[in-house]
């Protein structure tokens, strides 16, 4: 079941542990500064209130038991009370994060650093005015030696055709 559990999170965002709270995937979009790019940041984040699954969330699980939606409310249930029934210290959700009982408080701890994965992007303003400046020049510099060669390719072989 937990791995049901982990694929409708990463699917949908959200996954509500009934009395014992709900995950949820928080997401801030990369923005400018001066001179650089922050990264996004995303996150899985832990509140302690209570809140109860949606409908489609039971119609997911039970397309995934192949059991009717009312069962697997049932099986929800047991299996979440089960699971956060105190005796143990750590609940892993493999992929995600894993739970951990700190005097009899349940806090969350996410394996996701977004960090890893997205870095400041740095860069220096350059004006548009320099840019077309030195490419025309080089454009200018350049047209001249390529007519030349190309004159010089022809005559040699108008001249290497009227010989021979």
Known sequence: MKTILE?????????DLLSFGSLKWQKKEAS???NSIDPPKESILFEPIASNPSKHFYIYLADALSI???QAAIQY????QNLFDGHQEEISLESLGSFHFVNGILNWQSHFISNSYFSEVYFDKVSNELINE????DS??????F???IAIISLLAILYKFYH
């Open 134 to 137: 030195q490419a025309s020049e």
């Open 140 to 145: 200018k510099d350049n047209w001249g030696l």
């Open 77 to 80: 249930e047991q299996f979440i």
């Open 7 to 15: 694929q409708y999170f990463i699917e949908f965002g959200q996954l």
């Open 147 to 149: 007519a030349s060669i």
């Open 32 to 34: 400018f500064t001066d």
């Open 68 to 70: 009717s939606t009312e």
